[in-house]
């Protein structure tokens, strides 16, 4: 299915039948460019054309050689083969669909607007180069367009494509509401940066860096990198000044939860993970959380793999949102090779059931990337309680980024219900242990109180050697 599907429904959508070979990969992997779907297509070359050139056989392999410029980052060669194709197929469905596709896939959703839009016809060609159009529409925030493309769409009656098509129409709507949100909320005409903190090893685990080779799962030949990226929360992303407050439930969520993935998969042989989080720069200086009000976009995913030195193989984002108690999270795993989607999934709570969808959202996670714990003398074990556990992440990530001075303490809520809950869950295993310890530590080094904290931790060597290096 396209990337841009993120911005979309309760339920993972059902991808569209592609129309053949490579151009069912483009269109099935990632969105392409939109277009004004409406508009007649453009004739196919006549006799004499470059349509000689562009013959079925020859079609293929330029196809093929525009995508091998595309993987060597020479966008004009291949835009220069585009238009040769397009010159004498121009009118061929899955001509469109795969330049579309071809081109999404790597980010350049501008070239989509130009070459495919002046020539897509809903009737004629479909509805794949049509949904690449619409989700490069939404890529560069043109909701008129989109929504344009969309209507097209939708009178083509394709009840395969109805649940997806409604997802689009949500996410139109939700630019039409906030048209200047972007990452952080601060608009275009922001001038704040917003940059990402990688945090590469479980957060309870700094501090304990002297035990590294007892707690840490050693990690030996060819790792799979995967990222766990913070989590959209839209229509709640806070603005301007508020963003500078302590962070409230779901601002938390959205970043605890990558990281509670982030931790679980490092402690897993195969896997090298980071959790990705958002932290914004004002152009008057000073620091804070970002806050993702839209899912990231192909620009967003290229940019965090351009950045991350050893590369990824898999990226997971996801968003998250909360109505009256009722919460509601859809993650999205991505094949960074060819930046397709791979697979979504969706889970849903209230209080009362937080703990027991969060387990099993958990568990079919684990289960498609095809985890498996690590043999070390510390043995990771997925929390029975995993809301609170999620609690008591956010909480280690507060105080570990004012300890680095990255965020400033303004930025922490009250400590007492962190405290209480971490030394509550203590005595649940050692790396609960681990995590009262290290937020016990962190929070006495910056003299933010006064007051004795205590936790029953459990019965272990290595709790105890912990406990002895952290004094």
Known sequence: MGFFDRFTSKKPPAPPTPPTDSAAAASDGLPGGPTPAGRPAEPAAGPGTAATAASAGSVKVRLADAREKLEARDLPAALA?????????????????????????????????????????????????????????LAVRDPDAAQHVLDILFTLNRPELEERLHGFSNAIAEMLAAPEAVVGGGGGRDPAK???????????????????????????????????????????????????????????????????FAETFYFSPVYAPVAAIGIMTPAEGGSHYAAFGAEWTMDNLRQLVETTAEGLDYIVTGALKATAGDYELNLRVWEVKTFRERKSFAARWTPATADASLAQLHAQVRGYMEWSPSSAAFAYTIPAQPRAWIETLGASLGLFLVEKTILPRESLPPLKPDLSRAGQQAAAGEAASFAFLTLRHRVAKLGLTEEPIEGALARSPLVNQAQKALG
């Open 81 to 137: 083969i585009y238009e040769e194709v397009l010159a004498g197929a121009g009118d061929r469905a899955d001509v469109l669909v795969a330049i579309s596709g071809d081109l999404g896939s790597r980010g350049h959703v501008a070239e989509i607007i130009e070459l495919v839009a002046p020539r897509y016809d809903a009737d004629r060609h479909g509805p794949a180069t049509g949904l690449n159009l619409l989700q490069a529409y």
């Open 194 to 260: 917003v940059g990402l903190i990688s945090i590469s090893k479980p957060i309870w685990f700094y501090g304990l860096e002297s035990l590294a080779a007892q707690i840490l799962p050693p990690k030996e030949g060819r790792l799979r990198r995967i990222a766990f990226a913070q989590l959209a929360v839209p229509g709640h992303a806070p603005e301007g000044d508020a963003l500078k407050q302590p962070e409230d439930e779901l601002g938390r969520l959205s970043r605890a939860i990558p990281l509670w």
